[in-house]
């Protein structure tokens, strides 16, 4: 075996222990980390077939099936509707160029296994080259719906969580660039270089994409970023303004933004109001969004405290540290958001 072939044989076990892991790991997202699961499901048996091609000699091997080519990105996309909290109807439409894929070559595999000779009229005829040439613009357009799934994602992001770090799919929108890229310059590479260089650098650009997006799954599968789905809009403004003031009794009367990891999520559960709802009424009513809401209501308790005598002694990092906020940086860039100027500013102002 050739040091290429210890690779991809390392590389197909990497991935067999992953996709058990994505599968039956018990995470809290366990429903959405399956759609990684089922992507490198088609993979090992991808890298299966890698072998496959190298041991067995009859032409009807090139025709086998088990490509996935128009299977494995639409996982990909799935898993990042379902973060996104997007909703598609007729998902099962999306599975149709897989299910005929499978059903043309398994056609033509058939045919050459009963007539060899069929293989050498196919390849006159560049056969294999408009699949492949077809499998690219598939996973180019898939890899380019998903970016823009990611950027929604992305968007929405503070909108639902405070803290934000770790949470994007930004790891899946660099995936989908180098697939992007991948079958774009394949196909002119194939051109300038020998097949031997090209075939070279087409497995060490999978191995490294595949490293990288095996890492990366790993790194999220605890971490919680999914986003409520969307539901039609129908939400009077007269409804917004009466959540708003249920949102508002309850703030005053539990101080639950003084809990500085509360998200809309936590919040929505605590108040018994849809999330959506929350974050429709905030947004249309009072012109922010769910983090810049609670932060005004810290901040408001920390003018409260700090006009107390018993906390002049404390520091404005303390004081800002009681009223919810994680961090001094978080703190001051709200204040002078909000106030219109810096912490230690309006400290000496009511001092003096």
Known sequence: MKIVDYLFLLSGLQTLVITIILLFYPSKKVNINRYLGLFFVTLCVEMAMYFVFKYVKHPAIYYQPFRFDFLSMNFLFFYAIETAGIYIKRKLYYYLPAIIEFLFLSVFFLLVLQNPEIHATLREIHFGRMITAASSIYIITMSIMIIRVNNKHKKQLPHFYEITKNKSLHWLTIFC????LFNLVGHVA???ISEKYYRFTLNTILLLGLYYITIASLVQINIMNMISPKTEEKETKAELENTIKIIEEYMLETKAYLNSSITLRTFAKE??????????????????????????????????????????????????NEVGFNSRASFYKNFKDIVG???SSYVKNVDS
Request: glycine residues 0%; aromatic residues 12%; proline residues 3%.
């Open 341 to 343: 100027v810096s912490p």
């Open 177 to 180: 660039i180098v697939c992007i």
């Open 190 to 192: 194939h051109l300038f």
């Open 271 to 320: 108040v018994r109001l849809p999330e959506r709802l929350i974050s429709k009424a905030i947004n249309k009513i009072e012109h922010k969004n769910f983090n810049n809401y609670i932060n005004y209501y810290r901040i408001e308790e920390f003018k409260q405290l700090l006009s107390m005598d018993k906390h002049k002694k404390f520091s404005i990092s303390a004081i800002a």
